[in-house]
């Protein structure tokens, strides 16, 4: 999104902004200045819709979001213009809330799906795409405290929000290993609190033969911006922080079979991703990649294991000597 704000705020400084976004993610996004931000508790539809009825009527709303409960949200936005998906990528009756649709040539990224949004508003994206993600200095402290010295330092945030997107902790652990043994890499695990990350960086140590720095629960989201500056890469499979790491200019070694790179990875940057999307589509699905619907998910239990340990070795080398 913050593309698009900031083509927005750069090009069309006489409209104002509105963000409606969840109260976790503003923590994330919030200090970007000259953005009235809006946040909403995703577990009280209730309270949400309360929110949304109190304020003030919209020249336009951008239906930014594809599931049924934020398109259901927004019944309660009075809006003129009710901006939506094209045809090809609309689901889950998204059609039934808009009144305008974006074009359906945009690329196959979602960044290009969402930059789709500025042209009924006179406005382009920039190119390249500029995202200005707030770092504010007590983060880079925090990093420079949690990762001091020169040693060069990959971090390894091995959670997506969704556990069959996860790449197996042996493979995480030997990854990790050669990282330290054959490049004398400092190794950070990166997570969140949540039990599910806590359970997956205990599994990881465990078969590790040397010990990596463990952050896992110890940083913020802003901490988290930190430490991707002072790291060298992010070893990630298709997550949040791959794409935190794309915005702060920070290679992504992105671990892709289960959703298209293409569609979900680092945008423009998908130099050291190891994209097996493709085979798990022939494989789970009997289809070549191209065949599928956009946005199509396979999200079946050994579809991962896909991403061979040596292709993701090979890609770390790579990277290490670029």
Known sequence: MLPLVNALRSQRPDIEITWLIGHVEVRLVGDLPGVHFVALD????HAAIAQLRAMQPFDALLLMQLSFRAAWLTRSIKARRRIGFDFARSKELHSAFINERISSSAGPHVLDALGGFLAPLGVQMSNPPVWNL???????????AALPGTQRTLLLSAASSHALRN????????LADY???????????????????????????????RAPLDLVGRDTLKELLGLMSRSIGVLTPDSGPAH??????????G????????????YRALDFTVNRFPEAARKFLGQAPEQLRWGQKIELPGVMDLVELDAVIERLDALLQR
């Open 167 to 174: 790449w197996s902790t042996q493979r995480y652990a030997s």
């Open 42 to 45: 995703k577990r009280s539809p």
């Open 134 to 144: 707030p770092v504010p200095q007590a983060a880079l402290d925090f990093a420079q």
């Open 244 to 253: 935190f790491a794309t915005a702060l200019g920070v290679p992504v070694l």
């Open 179 to 209: 990282a330290i043994e054959r490049h004398g890499l400092r190794v950070a695990l990166v997570g969140s609190k949540a039990p599910s990350e806590r359970l997956l960086a205990d599994q990881i140590v465990q078969q590790m033969r």
């Open 255 to 266: 671990l892709h079979a289960a959703t298209d790179p293409k569609r979900s990875g680092a």
